[in-house]
């Protein structure tokens, strides 16, 4: 397990191609294939493991924010913008704590330079509400980030709306085809997304 968020189910014998998975509560989604109908937890079930591709699933809710751009090394790195891979399945609530510094200090935390970037999510039916907020500061942290939503699994296509602190919001496509939306984050004013799928 990554945390409650992310399952990793590598084989474990030689030139096994399958492997059996007991997945724990929850709703889980293959990251690999999101647009394979999820697994309840409390179940078991055999996986395919090809070589080229290790078994992994996320729970439904979660957030997983990725720096989906190249870097050569930590200089690189841009906490201006993220991309966020968002799960709405199944009805419940979600929330995940990011936290951010200069990269530099290793007393950051000591020190209170720090920020913190808080997920809400809740999934009602066909409609699903995220909320993020940060708080704290440190010397250099940018005065807004980008937040790049992808929810895997769902295409563009079956969104019906994204509306953005209740303002329409246009809802774009990743390279897999994926329903993507963006969201704007500065200083510590909330953002909240309104989601409505067609189905």
């Known amino acids: 397990m990554g945390g409650e968020e992310v399952m990793v189910a590598p084989v474990t014998a030689q030139s096994a191609t399958r492997r059996r998975v007991v997945f724990p509560t929850g709703v889980w989604i293959d990251y690999n294939h999101p647009e394979k109908s999820p697994v309840a937890g409390l179940s078991e079930s055999v996986v395919d493991a090809p070589i080229e591709e290790i078994p992994m699933f996320v729970r439904s809710g979660s957030f997983i924010p990725q720096a989906m751009y190249p870097m050569d090394n930590v200089g690189d790195y841009d906490p201006s913008r993220y991309t966020v891979l968002y799960y709405p399945r199944g009805d419940g609530e979600s929330r995940y704590t ?47 980030r980008e937040l790049t939503f992808v929810l895997p699994g769902i295409n563009s296509g079956d969104v019906a709306s994204v509306k953005l602190d209740g303002k329409a919001c246009a809802v774009g496509k990743s390279e897999e085809g994926y329903a993507t939306f963006v969201m704007r984050l500065r200083g510590d004013t909330p953002a909240v997304a309104d989601i409505t799928l067609r189905r």
């Open 98 to 144: 990011m936290y951010d510094d200069d990269r530099m200090s290793s007393e950051s935390l000591r020190d209170g330079e720090y920020a913190l970037i808080d997920f809400a999510g809740k999934v009602d039916g066909r409609h699903a509400a995220v909320r993020v907020v940060q708080s704290g500061y440190y010397e250099g942290m940018p005065d807004e």
